[in-house]
Each structure stands twice: as C-alpha cells, then as structure tokens.
C-alpha cells in the first residue's frame, strides 16, 4: 500500500495563488492514479483533478480548468496541484489520493490511500 501526505495549504486572501504537494511514500514501485479531492463544511467531497502515475494524463474539473492544474513530472516525482485565483468560496480541506493500478479514473470511490488532508481558507 502506498502512503500520501499533503502539504501546501494556509490562509490566503482572495485572488491569490497556491501550490499544494503530496508525496508518495511506500510501494511507489507500483502505478497508480493519484487524485486531488476537497471538502467544504457543510458540503459533499469534490473531485478536483486526477492524474496518471507518470503524469502523461491528466483530468480537471471543467469548471476549475481554467485555474487549476495538476501535475506530475515523472512516477518519482509527488503530485502538485497549482490553484490560480482563489476565491473564499474554495474554502475546504484539499484531500491527496492514490488507487492503485493503471486504469484512469475520477472515481473518488476507487482511491483508497488517503492522506490527512490540508486545510486551504481563502480570505475577501
């Protein structure tokens, strides 16, 4: 089983940009698909992006395409997700995970290693 641990998160203000990582750690000899997730207070988990162990596939949620990107240089590398004008609205807990394999998926039922989250508030 692989391990995942986030870092990155903060307080921001509005229209700010952030970087969160998430490192692998344990059997990374193996593939898998590694996932950006958040949850609000009050809300249902979101998938936010995915992407594939050598990071030469990817997937945004279209409606945040045009400010987040994921990304992965190589199995090695962690997994970073660079978030562009950020509104308090994106307040949550940003979540890294991994299901193993090499099927591509968004399917947040199918990780199951899943880090401890990061917390992201976005100020007005």
């Known amino acids: 089983q692989v391990h995942v641990r986030e870092s990155g998160g903060g307080m921001v203000q509005a229209g700010s940009s952030l970087r969160l990582s998430c490192a692998a750690s344990?059997?990374?000899?193996?593939?898998?698909?590694m996932g950006w997730f958040r949850q609000a207070p009050g809300k249902e988990r979101e998938t936010l992006a995915t992407?594939?162990?050598?990071?030469?596939?990817?997937f945004v949620q279209f409606s945040l395409s045009d400010r987040f990107t994921i990304s992965k240089d190589n199995a090695e590398n962690p997994v970073y997700l660079q978030m562009k004008r950020l509104n308090p609205e994106q307040t949550a807990v940003y979540y890294c995970?991994?299901?193993?394999?090499?099927?591509?998926?968004?399917?947040?039922?199918?990780?199951?290693?899943w880090g401890q989250g990061t917390q992201v508030t976005v100020s007005s």
């Open positions: 344990g059997r990374t000899a193996r593939a898998y698909i």
């Open positions: 995970a991994a299901a193993e394999g090499t099927e591509f998926t968004t399917d947040a039922t199918r990780f199951n290693s």
């Open positions: 992407i594939n162990w050598s990071g030469t596939h990817t």
